[in-house]
């Protein structure tokens, strides 16, 4: 069984309201390691606090800081230097912008609003408020209050990509896919370097079966060389159609980048056993999958799977029972379990 989330429209929509200030590329699904051990010296945050010290009154250095506290997922401590910078300035608009991500991290939905309403009545036409209004009330369901706040953006400057964006999102969960594609295109044509929306439109290419997508793919490779998403999508696309070496390829690649990651491994052991009939190396796969993630549940139906498909009924037969010891419902072990026990029998 494999799960299609690659292609899933609302992928990364609960990470909109901090998407504006966090440049780092996206992470593949699956278990990665995290880095240990930043250099001090070389730390950008100690360099910031250096700053600090020698200009307490510096309202941008506060930011600066807050902004490398929240990519650091270090909350309290940007909520404290963003109170510090408001406290010095408290019309700063970047400040309660940033504020306002905080608060979302939080799950503080009133003080998200209060502190964007804030923002919009201190510079009534600063567009970024708007359209993160516009965002909160997506995530609400409150699409005509979203839909108005766009418009009032686009009606300030009609130069602006990520409304266009995000009525784009708007319209998708609308179902209405031919105006969100209108709307991804138009982000697309002000902004070439915005990845969000040009993955979108590879969604609903995929989606739709379009002639189009792979060419997509591959232009998505050579103008967002650090989204790994893009690689893995092109790999699962790869794979799903008629091309599984090259799809293998691409998870060497990522895993270069990301080693044992259990969702990569699992993929290989995939295309292995789906799309090249090899079950020594498929079983090899899901084995490291499940070595790096003991609970993935998949990788373990499919290790099951494997031995089916080798005649050891035994054997599969003990692993699908593990598979409904944890996930009683898991409808493909349960008519695994079937076929083992008649096969058995």
């Given at each position: ?7 899933v ?22 278990n ?23 200009d ?11 902004q ?39 799950g503080?939905?009133?003080n ?9 009545e ?124 090259e ?79 944890d ?19």
């Amino acid at each position: 069984m494999k799960t299609r989330n690659a292609i899933v429209w609302l992928l990364g929509l609960a990470m909109f309201l901090v998407a504006c200030h966090n440049n780092t590329p996206t992470v593949l699904p699956g278990n990665n390691e995290q880095e240990e051990g930043v250099d001090s010296a070389k730390d950008p945050l100690a360099l910031l606090s250096d700053s600090i010290a020698q200009d307490e009154n510096n309202v941008q250095l506060y930011l600066h800081r807050a902004q490398l506290y929240l990519e650091r997922e270090q909350i309290g401590l940007a909520m404290m230097d963003v109170n510090q910078a408001i406290q010095i300035d408290p019309k700063n608009v970047d400040a309660l912008l940033i504020l306002s991500d905080l608060y979302y991290l939080l799950g503080d939905e009133n003080n998200i609003t209060a502190t964007l309403n804030k923002a919009l009545e201190v510079a009534p036409s600063d567009t970024r408020a708007m359209v993160k209004l516009a965002e909160l009330n997506l995530l609400k369901q409150n699409y005509n209050l979203a839909f108005g706040y766009i418009d009032n953006a686009l009606k300030v400057n009609t130069y602006n990509p990520k409304a266009y964006f995000v009525r784009g999102m708007a319209y998708m969960a609308r179902q209405d896919t031919a105006s969100a594609m209108k709307n991804f295109m138009i982000a697309r044509e002000q902004d070439a370097t915005f990845y969000d929306p040009q993955r979108e439109i590879c969604a609903i290419y995929w989606a739709q079966h379009n002639p189009l997508t792979e060419g997509f793919m591959r232009s998505m490779m050579v103008n967002f060389p650090d989204q790994p998403m893009v690689r893995y999508d092109l790999a699962l696309f790869l794979q799903d159609n008629g091309n599984p070496e090259e799809a293998l390829a691409h998870y060497d690649t990522l895993l270069m980048l990301q080693p044992g990651n259990s969702r990569l491994l699992f993929n290989k052991g995939y295309v292995y056993f789906v799309y090249l009939g090899d079950n020594e190396q498929a079983l090899n796969y899901f084995n490291q999958s499940l070595q790096s993630d003991p609970g993935y549940i998949d990788a373990l139906y499919n290790k099951g799977h494997v031995y089916e498909q080798m005649g050891d009924f035994v054997q599969a037969k003990s692993i699908y029972a593990q598979v409904l010891k944890d996930y009683p419902n898991y409808q493909l072990a349960i008519d695994a379990m079937n076929r083992v026990t008649n096969q058995a029998e």
